[in-house]
């Protein structure tokens, strides 16, 4: 059974940064796609950032050179680096995984969840 939990979230003021973490288990995690996904209240959940097996990674454009995914194979966990946070990025992060398909992966491919991880930005 795939289990995903995730944790590090928190409060920051504008600016600040935060790690989020999730660890895996139940998964080979090696030939899984990982990835992190948020949703603001009254809002449709987004792509964060995704990584491929191979270590590849893909990003959202509104994150694209403040936050750094990143995982540790040996270690099973998957990690965002968040920097220069500001108001907009206050949702529930979840981690997700997806089995890698031979194309790689998309965002709508992602079939496990976890429960998710408040961060909450103020300006």
């Known amino acids: 059974q795939v289990q995903l939990v995730e944790s590090g979230g928190g409060s920051v003021q504008a600016g600040g940064s935060l790690r989020l973490s999730c660890a895996a288990s139940?998964?080979?995690?090696?030939?899984?796609?990982m990835g992190w996904f948020r949703q603001a209240p009254a809002k449709e959940r987004e792509r964060v950032a995704h990584i491929d097996t191979d270590g590849t990674s893909s990003y959202a454009d509104s994150v694209k050179g403040r936050f750094t995914i990143s995982k540790d194979n040996a270690k099973n966990t998957l990690y965002l680096q968040m920097n220069s946070l500001n108001s907009e990025d206050t949702a529930m992060y979840y981690c997700?995984?997806?089995?890698?398909?031979?194309?790689?992966?998309?965002?709508?491919?992602?079939?496990?969840w976890g429960q998710g991880t408040q961060v909450t930005v103020s300006s």
């Open positions: 139940g998964l080979t995690y090696s030939s899984y796609c």
């Open positions: 997700a995984a997806v089995l890698r398909r031979w194309y790689g992966c998309r965002s709508t491919d992602f079939a496990y």
